[in-house]
Nanobody, 124 residues
């Protein structure tokens, strides 16, 4: 079992930046992938991006390319989401997720584990 705990959410102004962290604990998972999803009020949860724990390869949703960056720290079992040039439309609950078998499960929206979510609010 893997536990995921997000942190770093809060309020930012449009044009500003936030960095979210997701610390993973439980059994080790060298073959896993991790990712970030977000869910705005009244909307479905959508993929933001994902990263392979094995080689660090990344995948981003088209709408986030160029503004958001996912990275990992293997030693800390932590994945990060750096969000720059924030827009009010980025306001959502952001969820960390992990998959046992790699990026494809994250991209399909079927990870094995979810965090509890952290609220990000961008004011105009």
């Amino acid at each position: 079992q893997v536990q995921l705990v997000e942190s770093g959410g809060g309020v930012a102004q449009a044009g500003g930046s936030l960095r979210l962290s997701c610390a993973a604990s439980g059994r080790t998972f060298s073959s896993h992938a991790m990712g970030w999803f977000r869910q705005a009020p009244g909307k479905e949860r959508k993929l933001v991006g994902a990263i392979s724990w094995f080689d660090g390869s990344t995948h981003y949703a088209d709408s986030q390319k160029g503004r958001f960056t996912i990275s990992r720290d293997n030693a800390k079992n932590t994945v990060y989401l750096q969000m720059d040039s924030l827009k009010p439309a980025d306001t959502a609950v952001y969820y960390c997720a992990a998959a046992d078998l790699g990026l494809s499960a994250i991209i399909r929206g079927t990870p094995d584990y979810w965090g509890q979510g952290t609220q990000v609010t961008v004011s105009s």
